[in-house]
């Protein structure tokens, strides 16, 4: 009986700790140059004693010719705490097909373009695990250097 009690603590005790894995979309206000999209679709798992260190890796679809794929790496304020700072940095990787008109056999070629940098300075709000939301700007640099502003909303699980 003493032994399911401790069982029962030990659960509520992990509860309060902040979940490893999180999805979210990203909303660009302002489309970055690399693709016509408007939405990232993204994966990120907390890495690192602290737990203020996240990797993330995402597809940046546009539907038409492009996609895109962000590979990034961020660190947050305070982990334990709700509200934060959120900076880091990446590269995003974009690859396009395209059908050239002047080409009897309509063939697809595919494009690789040269990771444009990404980094992120967001305001984050997020508990130990939930629902989260992020704001702030998204620098590209690439040609031409581009701060892209950004909404995200995800579940940390």
């Known amino acids: 009986m003493l032994f399911m009690v401790f ?9 309060s700790q902040i979940c490893m894995n ?37 597809i940046y679809p546009d539907f038409e010719s492009t996609i ?9 304020t305070k982990p334990s705490r709700k509200h934060h700072f959120e ?12 059908i050239d008109p002047y080409v009897l056999t309509q063939s697809r070629e595919w494009f690789y373009d040269i990771p444009a940098i990404m980094v992120p300075l967001m305001y984050r709000y997020q ?5 989260f939301l992020r704001g702030g700007i998204n620098l590209f640099l690439s040609w031409p250097i581009m701060p892209s502003p ?7 699980f």
């Open 127 to 131: 508990k130990q695990r939930g629902w």
């Open 68 to 76: 895109s794929f962000p590979l990034t790496i961020t660190w947050i």
């Open 87 to 98: 900076y880091g940095i990446g590269a995003v990787f974009r690859i396009e097909h395209y």
């Open 150 to 156: 950004s909404l995200s909303v995800g579940y940390k």
């Open 22 to 58: 999180g999805i979210y979309a990203e909303l660009y206000l302002v489309r970055p140059d690399f693709s016509e999209g408007f939405v990232s679709i993204n994966y990120e798992r907390v890495v690192g004693k602290k737990k203020g260190t996240n990797l993330r890796v995402g």
């Open 7 to 15: 069982e029962i603590k030990s659960k509520d005790a992990d509860s």
